[in-house]
Structure formats: C-alpha cells, structure tokens
C-alpha cells in the first residue's frame, strides 16, 4: 500500500519568495509520484510528474520538484512565488507496474502568497 | 478540445435517497476514475473502469456503484445517501489505464445531502 505526508497544511510566502511544499511518501515498489493544484470551486490540474526519468522534473508555471529516493521526498519549489499561485496543492502517489491507475493523495497545502 | 465533462455541478439530495453522476471523458480516452473529496481533504479513489471494465475500487461501501458505457462515459452510484457523503465528486480520464499516464480530472459535482 502506499500514502502520502505532506508537512504543512498552510503555508504562506511573499510575493517573489520562494516557495517550497514538502511531500513525503511510502510505498512497497518504486512509485509514480505527481503534484496537482486546485484553484477554488475546480478540479486539479497537473503541475508534473516522476515517473522515472530524470529525478528533477520540470513542471509548468514555474514550478519543480526532486525525487529523492533515500529520502522517500518529492519536494515541490518554485524560486519566486507569484500572486496567482496561491491555491490548493496536493502530492500523489501511483503504483508502478500496476494495470490500475489508482491516486492516492495527501491532504493538501493550502499556499498563500502575500503581497 | 472539450476537457473532462461532468453533470451536474451541483446538487442536494436527502438522507436516503440515491444519486447519479455523470462524466464524459477526454475524446479518446478510455479509462475513467472517481474520486470523493471531503473538504479539507485530498481526493480519495473510488473506482477506476478502463475498456468498461473496473480495474480498480477503493475502501468505500458497497452503496457506491459505477459503470463504464460502450462510448467510455461513466456513471457514479451511490444508494442510501448519508450526510457524510456531502463531498466533491472528482472524475478524472485518462488515455490508458496504467500509473504513469497523466490523469485529466473534470470541475466535479458537488453533492451537498441534507
């Protein structure tokens, strides 16, 4: 089975800071790993994803996280924070080599980007 | 191109009684999953159907159903409506059934049971 940490469920930064929200994971096989955003009142949209490839993964509107197997860490950053990223921002796990297409995620970060 | 389709958006049912949503997927799609989230809370996997067969189904009571139709749009069921259902209903496509395929998630239906 697997699950998803994510340390803290709020946090806020300044415009033009860095922002960094924390996600750790288990799992019993190597796993796919993803960060969503929510915008209030949608459905989530993909930032980017591991799936194995280089273990820094570029996403879009900035944003990047490092896989770090020896940490079981998916860290998602951004080097400065904009007004319009402030949204909900949830890590996810997916089984490798499964035939299902299961996501299993953490309870979110709320991101407020103070001006 | 027409995203993730999902209807209603929104609705109020009382305790005990059933519901339907709906999804029409991405246009050539053929898995689609479900997700209920609680708020304050991240989704958690209801089903997933791929080919209109169910290749998955998460911790929930057997009040929740589902199907997979011929033109891959979904159905969700969920019978005997408690108020801890009241959640965001999140449906999501993908174009293969797999773990590393990216998942294209619909604007939900918010169920709100009084």
């Known amino acids: 089975a697997q699950s998803v940490t994510q340390l803290g469920s709020h946090v806020s930064v300044s415009e033009g800071a860095l922002v960094l929200l924390r996600c750790n994971y288990s799992?019993?096989?190597?796993?796919?790993l993803f960060w969503y955003v929510q915008y209030p009142n949608q459905g989530l949209q993909l930032l980017l994803k591991?799936?194995?490839?280089?273990?820094l993964v570029k996403g879009i509107n900035g944003f990047e996280a490092e896989f770090k197997k020896s940490e079981t860490s998916f860290h998602l950053t951004k080097p400065s924070a904009h007004m319009s990223d402030a949204a909900e921002y949830f890590c996810?796990?997916?089984?490798?080599?499964?035939?299902?297409?299961?996501?299993?995620f953490g309870s979110g970060t709320q991101l407020t980007v103070l001006p | 191109d027409a995203g993730v389709t999902q209807s209603p958006t929104h609705l109020i049912k009382t305790r005990g009684q059933q519901v339907t949503l709906r999804c029409s997927p991405i246009?050539?799609?053929?898995?689609v999953s479900w997700y209920q989230q609680v708020l304050g809370q991240g989704p958690q996997f209801i089903f997933q159907?791929?080919?209109?067969?169910?290749?998955g189904r998460g911790n929930f009571p057997d009040r929740f159903s589902a199907r997979q139709f011929p033109n891959y749009s979904s159905e969700l069921n969920v019978n005997a409506l408690l108020l801890g259902d009241s959640a965001l209903y999140l449906c999501?496509?993908?174009?293969?059934?797999?773990?590393?395929?990216?998942?294209?998630f619909g604007q939900g239906t918010r169920l709100t049971v009084v």
């Open positions: 999501a496509s993908s174009l293969q059934g797999q773990g590393n395929t990216e998942a294209f």
């Open positions: 799992s019993s096989v190597p796993p796919y």
């Open positions: 591991y799936t194995s490839a280089a273990t």
């Open positions: 996810a796990v997916s089984v490798r080599d499964s035939s299902a297409r299961q996501l299993t």
């Open positions: 246009s050539g799609h053929k898995s």
């Open positions: 159907y791929y080919e209109k067969e169910e290749r």
